[in-house]
């Protein structure tokens, strides 16, 4: 079955940069778009980044645009999220979702703060 395991979550301080890793198994990765996620105490799940299953395509929320970057590795099965210039509203659950199937990770924690 299809299976998403995030990480690379944690607590950074304002400015800092944090990269997420997705593994994911139970599918053809390679034929695959894939997304990120984000979700806030008390907010509704919002979407990140996207990526083509080539890596050859990305689009991204407005609110990360210029500070975050999606990318994959096809021959490890995994999608990366790179976050750089976090600032505290970036607090939240990221996601990685499969939107083929609407499969869902765990979750991995970011915290941005002083």
């Known amino acids: 079955q299809v299976q998403l395991v995030e990480s690379g979550g944690g607590l950074v301080q304002p400015g800092g940069s944090l990269r997420l890793s997705c593994v994911t198994s139970?599918?053809?990765?390679?034929?695959?778009?894939m997304r990120w996620y984000r979700q806030a105490p008390g907010k509704e799940r919002e979407l990140v980044a996207r990526?083509?299953?080539?890596?050859?395509?990305?689009n991204y929320g407005e609110s990360v645009k210029g500070r975050f970057t999606i990318s994959r590795d096809n021959a490890k099965n995994t999608v990366y999220l790179q976050m750089d210039n976090l600032k505290p509203e970036d607090t939240a659950v990221y996601y990685c979702?499969?939107?083929?199937?609407?499969?869902w990770g765990q979750g991995t924690q970011v915290t941005v703060s002083s």
């Open positions: 979702n499969l939107p083929a199937t609407n499969s």
């Open positions: 139970g599918f053809t990765f390679s034929i695959a778009s």
């Open positions: 990526i083509s299953s080539s890596g050859g395509s990305t």
